[in-house]
């Protein structure tokens, strides 16, 4: 008589209190193959019918194809029941697994392909997929790497589908046979997929031995407690991920280990069964019918008795509990596989048997080899493989103008974080920095020791200033000084103000640090009125040789300014010049190079600066033509003192106030006009340090000038210094109420406009209208963008990317404009401003609509800055960390030239509307039909009345007030063709850090 193929789970145990149970778990007839063993040898070889009945396919329903295609293998344990991996059923982005009717499982299958029949195959829908709570993907290293699947009917057990056993005896990790066999599609590590099942053996390596051989940290995450380390063909395949891994015990094969995610060409991390039995147990055990619970005793099915050698027994003791350590650092443990009350103190017990996480106060961590894994299981009363404990870290290197390069066990590691006992650390300044001391007296390195110390102490880093540089140096001698050679004197800075659409050279400064620059107070002052100049008027340069701004050099690097600094009680003539001294504060910081460094500034006093003492003063002044030099000049000139200058030159005693010195004219060589603002400087051991600034002389006179001392001002250079304002406080977000590009702009971020209201003309300054180059060379208004840098724009990706190919656009087709009013390129406007786009940036994960638009952003960089002015200027990009949160259903800006009127027609000048946000969680729930583009880089926003984003507005920005600034928050990215209630914007915030690094490359590379 047949013996029924009934899955059986026998606990035998006292209720009375026993302190021991007894658990089999198994089919009578599993892991038997008729007349067949598998082969031991090496190779892969075609798989017999027969040879791996337990195994089937997994196909899943594609809408593409319309059609099932073959993703993963699975191992047959009863009748409804298959196991799996988590891995092809796990949807990582929503963290949450796909629907089961995607899923067909086909047992009794050689062939790859879902078309091509098999005569014995069964295919049956998917019940139910049921994987560990744990279970995050990639985010735990795919720990918990395993499925059940129950079938919507039973399997027919036959010679070609039959189960496979449990080793509810057998552990993996302490076998001595290290071979494993299995059968999939892709076992030789080809391109292509075998059209044939294949079987081999394959080697494996325990957990420990596993992390010593791939120590590399990229990959040890992933080799988790729960895991054991296959040696796989390279190029192994998804399609064989959930695979079981048997071995021949007795006369019977039982299911080791299921493979696991594909992670590397060498090894593939599996699943060891034994660490789940408890897991799988109660799993199994809430739907499967058959499954029978039987105390005192064990029931069998028909034709059975307890002799029957496929039931195994093991006996566990349960009084090994373990006591949670209770030490400094330790805050609390979670239990693995746990889905409710999972939080347990130090202190409490736990079973034996039972994984526990770690969990370490800020400062500590896992006593651990591995950092990303803090794990520890009981084992009969004491602890698998040592004690939880978190020990001291030490703490993150860093440290102004200091480089690091941190190492532990052979790996590269963040010197960013807290560090592991053992990291060392390498360290050295940047260049144009030296250590404050001699570099023979300490170690470029220092290690991280027991208690969480640095075994070194980290140097202070100075700047080295002052440097000429000697490349070409000499040139002709004129009458007006020496013509300098470009990059002679690299801390020599040129100062522009924009008059009739225009840079024109002003004044001359220099160079005190990566953003300031000093130069004279009168310099920002406009000579017909002495009213300050705003700093959007102003620029300034360095790596100059030329005076003209236009003139485009090597080392050039121009920057607007964030800052003028004067003092308070500067008032020009009305005290005879007094204080005649400025600090700017630039928007870009400048990179050191040999053609741009700072002068040294004697902060201390510690340079002797005597009468007749010559001193290097450089510009672009008065030639000996009278009109300003093109080239940049210098001349040595003798000091005099003040005490002096006031008795030599009575007639013009009342401007030689106690805070300047003068400096004697020699042979017609001397300061003019053109020359303010710039530095006197003095060589001392090599280096220059800068005395004096060229202030002010006696009209139509060529005898002397006098200098601001800078001696005196050495406190208020440091103090302002100390205290720079922040790039945000820029002229950015600030929305416009004039017409008049020089007069004060003013906030106005509180007033809401209508939906669909016209914008007043530069009222959004950062708007900008990105066109494109048609086939017949017309050129078309394609998207909208935001200018963030007045070299950068934002905007979508699919923007400027070519669907056809899945490749960017050329730069040469598109151009971008700033300060339009009208959606037509050629109706010219009083402050628009075109550019060409030198480089389009997009993020590498971008591949358009193969991706769902993830990753829908780009940078367009210009090939010219744009002049800022009240109709062309940035928006904010909120850089803090974390960002300001927006409010649920908050409202925002957005601006388009698509939207309609109210008679529908397409409009050509610019409107605005207020949009409500929606989170990306809600919006996945109320639009589930549009949910595989509602990625995690994006919100949503409402529409009403059709009164948002249209076809051709793509990249648009929505702006958000705050602190009397407009910040970009989203760029408008797609929406449903069915539904005019919402569209999707991406959301900035996700990218400040990629905005950032690109736009440094970009400029660095410049």
Same mark, same amino acid.
Request: aromatic letters at 12%.
């Given at each position: 008589?047949?013996?029924?193929?009934?899955?059986?789970?026998?606990?035998?145990?006292?209720?009375?209190?026993?302190?021991?149970?007894?658990?089999?778990?198994?089919?009578?007839?599993?892991?038997?193959?008729?007349?067949?063993?598998?082969?031991?040898?090496?190779g892969v070889y075609t798989a017999d019918p027969g040879n791996f009945p337990w195994r089937v396919a997994i196909y899943r329903y594609h809408e593409l194809t319309n059609n099932y295609e073959n993703i993963c293998s699975g191992t047959i344990i009863s009748p409804n029941i298959v196991l799996s991996a988590a891995s092809c059923f796990y949807d990582q982005e929503n963290e949450t697994t796909y629907a089961p009717t995607l899923f067909k499982v086909v047992a009794g299958k050689i062939s790859f392909k879902?078309?091509? +029949?098999?005569?014995?195959?069964?295919?049956?829908?998917?019940?139910?997929?049921?994987?560990?709570?744990?279970?995050?993907?990639?985010?735990?290293?795919?720990?918990?790497?395993?499925?059940v699947i129950k079938l919507e009917k039973d399997l027919v057990f036959n010679d070609l589908v039959a189960p496979v056993c449990l080793p509810w005896i057998w552990n993996a990790e302490n076998s001595s046979d290290r071979i494993f066999q299995t059968a999939g599609w892709d076992l030789k590590g080809t391109e292509r997929y075998s059209s044939t099942l294949k079987e081999t053996n394959l080697e494996y390596l325990n957990i420990v031995e596993c992390r010593k051989k791939f120590a590399s940290i990229r990959?040890?995450?992933?080799?988790?407690?729960?895991?054991?380390?296959?040696?796989?063909?390279?190029?192994?395949?998804?399609?064989?991920?959930?695979?079981?891994?048997?071995?021949?015990?007795?006369?019977?094969?039982?299911?080791?280990?299921?493979? &696991?995610?594909?992670?590397?060409?060498?090894?593939?991390?599996?699943?060891?069964? =034994?660490?789940?039995?408890?897991?799988?147990?109660?799993?199994?055990?809430?739907?499967?019918?058959?499954?029978?619970?039987?105390?005192?005793?064990?029931?069998?099915?028909?034709?059975?008795?307890?002799?029957?050698?496929?039931?195994?027994?093991? #006996?566990?003791?349960?009084?090994?509990?373990?006591?949670?350590?209770?030490?400094?650092?330790?805050?609390?443990?979670?239990?693995?596989?746990?889905?409710?009350?999972?939080?347990? !103190?130090?202190?409490? &017990?736990?079973? &034996?048997?039972?994984?526990?996480?770690?969990?370490?106060?800020?400062?500590?961590?896992?006593?651990?080899?591995?950092?990303?894994?803090?794990?520890?299981?009981?084992?009969?009363?004491?602890?698998?493989?040592?004690?939880?404990?978190?020990?001291?870290?030490?703490?993150?290197?860093?440290?102004?103008?200091?480089?690091?390069?941190?190492?532990?066990?052979?790996?590269?590691?963040?010197?960013?974080?807290?560090?592991?006992?053992?990291?060392?650390?390498?360290?050295?300044?940047?260049?144009?920095?030296?250590?404050?001391? !001699?570099?023979? %007296?300490?170690?470029?390195?220092?290690?991280?020791?027991?208690?969480?110390?640095?075994?070194?102490?980290?140097?202070?880093? &100075?700047?080295?200033?002052?440097?000429?540089?000697?490349? @070409?140096?000499?040139?002709?001698?004129?009458?007006?000084?020496?013509?300098?050679?470009?990059?002679?004197?690299?801390?020599?800075?040129?100062?522009?103000?924009?008059?009739?659409?225009?840079?024109?050279?002003?004044?001359?400064?220099?160079?005190?640090?990566?953003?300031?620059?000093?130069?004279?107070?009168?310099?920002?002052?406009?000579?017909? @009125?002495?009213?300050?100049?705003?700093?959007d008027q102003l620029k300034v340069a360095v790596g100059k040789g030329k005076r003209d701004y236009y003139f485009k050099e090597r080392y050039q690097i121009n920057s607007a300014v964030l800052k003028i600094f004067v003092p308070e009680t500067y008032v020009g003539d009305g005290t005879r010049y007094a204080e005649d001294i400025a600090l700017l504060q630039t928007y870009e910081i400048f990179k050191f190079n040999h053609f741009v460094l700072p002068v040294c500034l004697d902060r201390y006093g510690s340079?002797?600066?005597?009468?007749?003492?010559?001193?290097?003063?450089?510009?672009?002044?008065?030639?000996?033509?009278?009109?300003?030099?093109?080239?940049?000049?210098?001349?040595?000139?003798?000091?005099?003192?003040?005490? $002096?200058?006031?008795?030599?030159?009575?007639?013009?005693? +009342?401007?030689?106030?106690?805070?300047?010195?003068?400096?004697?004219? +020699?042979?017609?060589?001397?300061?003019?006009?053109?020359?303010?603002?710039?530095?006197?400087?003095?060589?001392?051991?090599?280096?220059?340090?800068?005395?004096?600034?060229?202030?002010?002389?006696?009209?139509?006179?060529?005898?002397?000038?006098?200098?601001?001392?800078? %001696?005196?001002?050495?406190?208020?250079?440091?103090? #302002?210094?100390?205290?720079?304002?922040?790039?945000? #406080?820029?002229?950015?977000?600030?929305?416009?109420?004039?017409?008049?590009?020089?007069?004060?702009?003013?906030?106005?971020?509180?007033?809401?406009?209508?939906?669909?209201?016209?914008?007043?003309?530069?009222?959004?300054?950062?708007?900008?209208?990105?066109?494109?180059?048609?086939?017949?060379?017309?050129?078309?208004?394609?998207?909208?963008? #935001?200018?963030?840098?007045?070299?950068?724009?934002?905007?979508?990706?699919?923007?400027?990317?070519?669907?056809?190919?899945?490749?960017?656009?050329?730069?040469?087709?598109?151009?971008?404009?700033?300060?339009?009013?009208?959606?037509?390129?050629?109706?010219?406007?009083?402050?628009?401003?075109?550019?060409?786009?030198?480089?389009?940036?997009?993020?590498?994960?971008?591949?358009?609509?193969?991706?769902?638009?993830?990753?829908?952003?780009?940078?367009? +960089?210009?090939?010219?800055?744009?002049?800022?002015?009240?109709?062309?200027?940035?928006?904010?990009?909120?850089?803090?960390?974390?960002?300001?949160?927006?409010?649920?259903?908050?409202?925002?800006?957005?601006?388009?030239?698509?939207?309609?009127?109210?008679?529908?027609?397409?409009?050509?000048?610019?409107?605005? =509307?207020?949009?409500?946000?929606?989170?990306?969680?809600?919006?996945?729930?109320?639009?589930?039909?549009?949910?595989?583009?509602?990625?995690?880089?994006?919100?949503?926003?409402?529409?009403?009345?059709?009164?948002?984003?249209?076809?051709?507005? %793509?990249?648009? %920005?929505? =702006?958000?007030?705050?602190?009397?600034?407009?910040?970009?928050?989203?760029?408008?990215?797609?929406?449903?063709?069915?539904?005019?209630?919402?569209?999707?914007?991406?959301?900035?915030?996700?990218?400040?850090?990629?905005?950032?690094? $690109?736009?440094?490359?970009?400029?660095?590379?410049?």
């Amino acid at each position: 008589m047949r013996i029924p193929f009934i899955f059986f789970l026998h606990i035998l145990g006292s209720l009375a209190g026993q302190k021991r149970r007894e658990i089999d778990l198994n089919y009578p007839e599993c892991g038997k193959l008729e007349d067949s063993n598998l082969s031991q040898g090496v190779g892969v070889y075609t798989a017999d019918p027969g040879n791996f009945p337990w195994r089937v396919a997994i196909y899943r329903y594609h809408e593409l194809t319309n059609n099932y295609e073959n993703i993963c293998s699975g191992t047959i344990i009863s009748p409804n029941i298959v196991l799996s991996a988590a891995s092809c059923f796990y949807d990582q982005e929503n963290e949450t697994t796909y629907a089961p009717t995607l899923f067909k499982v086909v047992a009794g299958k050689i062939s790859f392909k879902w078309s091509e +029949q098999d005569t014995n195959a069964q295919k049956l829908n998917v019940n139910e997929i049921i994987i560990p709570s744990s279970y995050l993907g990639d985010k735990r290293g795919v720990e918990g790497d395993i499925a059940v699947i129950k079938l919507e009917k039973d399997l027919v057990f036959n010679d070609l589908v039959a189960p496979v056993c449990l080793p509810w005896i057998w552990n993996a990790e302490n076998s001595s046979d290290r071979i494993f066999q299995t059968a999939g599609w892709d076992l030789k590590g080809t391109e292509r997929y075998s059209s044939t099942l294949k079987e081999t053996n394959l080697e494996y390596l325990n957990i420990v031995e596993c992390r010593k051989k791939f120590a590399s940290i990229r990959y040890l995450r992933f080799i988790n407690y729960d895991k054991l380390c296959v040696l796989t063909p390279k190029g192994r395949k998804d399609y064989d991920t959930g695979a079981g891994l048997v071995q021949k015990k007795g006369d019977r094969y039982y299911l080791m280990a299921i493979l &696991s995610a594909n992670i590397n060409n060498d090894f593939s991390p599996s699943t060891n069964i =034994t660490r789940h039995f408890d897991w799988l147990s109660r799993t199994v055990s809430t739907f499967n019918s058959q499954m029978r619970i039987k105390y005192k005793g064990a029931e069998f099915a028909e034709g059975q008795n307890n002799n029957d050698s496929s039931l195994i027994r093991i #006996t566990r003791d349960t009084r090994g509990n373990c006591r949670l350590p209770a030490k400094a650092g330790i805050t609390s443990f979670t239990k693995a596989n746990c889905e409710i009350s999972c939080e347990v !103190d130090a202190g409490m &017990s736990i079973e &034996s048997n039972e994984i526990v996480r770690i969990n370490c106060a800020q400062g500590y961590g896992p006593d651990s080899n591995n950092q990303y894994e803090a794990k520890y299981i009981c084992n009969q009363g004491s602890w698998f493989d040592k004690e939880p404990k978190c020990v001291k870290l030490c703490p993150p290197l860093k440290k102004e103008h200091l480089k690091f390069e941190c190492i532990h066990g052979g790996e590269p590691v963040s010197c960013d974080t807290y560090m592991r006992q053992g990291t060392l650390a390498k360290f050295r300044c940047e260049e144009f920095y030296r250590a404050s001391y !001699d570099p023979i %007296s300490y170690s470029d390195t220092t290690r991280c020791l027991v208690g969480g110390v640095w075994s070194e102490r980290l140097p202070t880093c &100075s700047l080295i200033c002052g440097l000429v540089n000697q490349v @070409n140096k000499v040139e002709a001698t004129l009458m007006y000084g020496n013509k300098t050679t470009y990059g002679e004197y690299p801390w020599h800075v040129a100062i522009y103000l924009y008059v009739a659409k225009r840079y024109e050279y002003i004044c001359g400064g220099s160079l005190l640090s990566e953003h300031f620059v000093l130069t004279a107070a009168h310099c920002m002052f406009d000579p017909s @009125n002495y009213v300050k100049f705003r700093e959007d008027q102003l620029k300034v340069a360095v790596g100059k040789g030329k005076r003209d701004y236009y003139f485009k050099e090597r080392y050039q690097i121009n920057s607007a300014v964030l800052k003028i600094f004067v003092p308070e009680t500067y008032v020009g003539d009305g005290t005879r010049y007094a204080e005649d001294i400025a600090l700017l504060q630039t928007y870009e910081i400048f990179k050191f190079n040999h053609f741009v460094l700072p002068v040294c500034l004697d902060r201390y006093g510690s340079v002797t600066f005597r009468k007749n003492m010559k001193g290097t003063i450089i510009g672009w002044g008065l030639n000996e033509e009278g009109t300003l030099s093109d080239e940049l000049r210098e001349v040595r000139l003798p000091i005099m003192p003040i005490v $002096e200058c006031r008795r030599e030159f009575k007639d013009f005693l +009342q401007f030689l106030t106690s805070d300047k010195y003068c400096v004697i004219h +020699q042979n017609g060589s001397g300061t003019g006009r053109g020359d303010s603002g710039g530095g006197m400087t003095f060589e001392v051991a090599g280096q220059h340090y800068i005395h004096g600034i060229v202030s002010i002389k006696k009209t139509d006179s060529n005898i002397f000038s006098a200098f601001t001392n800078i %001696s005196i001002y050495t406190s208020w250079i440091y103090n #302002t210094m100390r205290k720079p304002v922040s790039k945000n #406080t820029k002229e950015c977000g600030i929305i416009g109420r004039t017409s008049h590009p020089l007069r004060k702009r003013e906030s106005n971020v509180t007033e809401a406009a209508s939906n669909n209201e016209v914008v007043p003309y530069g009222k959004y300054p950062w708007h900008v209208a990105v066109f494109k180059y048609m086939e017949k060379g017309e050129l078309l208004r394609i998207c909208g963008g #935001t200018l963030i840098h007045e070299q950068f724009i934002l905007t979508a990706a699919h923007c400027v990317w070519n669907h056809s190919n899945d490749t960017k656009v050329a730069e040469k087709e598109i151009l971008v404009a700033c300060g339009k009013y009208h959606n037509d390129y050629h109706m010219s406007e009083t402050h628009q401003q075109i550019r060409n786009v030198k480089k389009i940036i997009v993020p590498e994960a971008f591949t358009g609509r193969i991706t769902n638009y993830d990753n829908d952003i780009a940078l367009l +960089q210009t090939d010219e800055p744009f002049e800022l002015n009240n109709f062309v200027l940035p928006a904010c990009i909120d850089r803090t960390k974390p960002p300001f949160t927006i409010k649920p259903e908050e409202k925002g800006t957005y601006l388009g030239w698509r939207m309609t009127d109210k008679e529908g027609e397409k409009i050509t000048y610019l409107k605005e =509307t207020q949009l409500t946000t929606l989170s990306i969680i809600k919006c996945r729930k109320k639009y589930s039909h549009f949910i595989k583009y509602l990625t995690m880089d994006k919100f949503c926003v409402n529409i009403e009345n059709d009164f948002g984003p249209q076809r051709g507005d %793509s990249g648009g %920005s929505l =702006t958000f007030p705050y602190k009397d600034r407009y910040y970009i928050r989203g760029l408008s990215s797609i929406k449903s063709r069915d539904e005019a209630e919402f569209s999707v914007f991406t959301n900035v915030s996700t990218y400040v850090d990629w905005i950032n690094a $690109e736009i440094e490359i970009a400029l660095v590379f410049n």
